[in-house]
């Protein structure tokens, strides 16, 4: 029901743009996250967003160079990377939710949803 798209290989500092479509599902009512995952490393959240789009969280060493953003008419939520770096590699995954509680947003626990991946890599 989740579908991500958008990944490929970019220079270090270059840009990309994620997208996450929705079929099934009424978008305006879902909590949007995204999340990536190295080879052997632990799933990881990056942004996500309120279902009004009015509130966003960043992990910390992506904020200020990425930005999460959503078009409800098109259930669609967007995932901007720019100045990325060679450690933004990963395998980028959407997730929704209906339980959207700002103290959890970051949870992967919290996300009934998810769509497949979509390869990022960052060369140096």
């Known amino acids: 029901q989740l579908q ?9 500092g270059g840009s990309l743009s994620l997208a996450c479509a929705s079929s099934g599902l009424t978008f305006r009512n879902y909590c949007v996250g995204w999340f990536r995952q190295a080879p052997g490393k632990e799933r990881e ?16 060493s992506v904020a200020g160079r990425f930005t999460i953003s959503r078009d409800n ?3 669609t939520v967007y995932l901007q990377m720019n ?13 929704a939710t209906a339980s959207c509680i700002s103290s959890t947003m970051k949870r992967t ?6 769509g497949q991946g979509t390869l990022v890599t960052v060369s140096s």
């Open 45 to 60: 959240f990056v942004a996500a967003i309120k279902s009004s789009g009015t509130a966003t969280r960043y992990l910390d």
């Open 83 to 95: 100045n990325l770096k060679p450690e933004d590699t990963a395998v980028y995954l959407c997730a």
């Open 4 to 12: 991500a798209s958008g990944g490929g290989l970019v220079q270090d």
């Open 109 to 114: 626990t919290a996300y009934h949803y998810w």
């Open 73 to 75: 008419t098109k259930n």
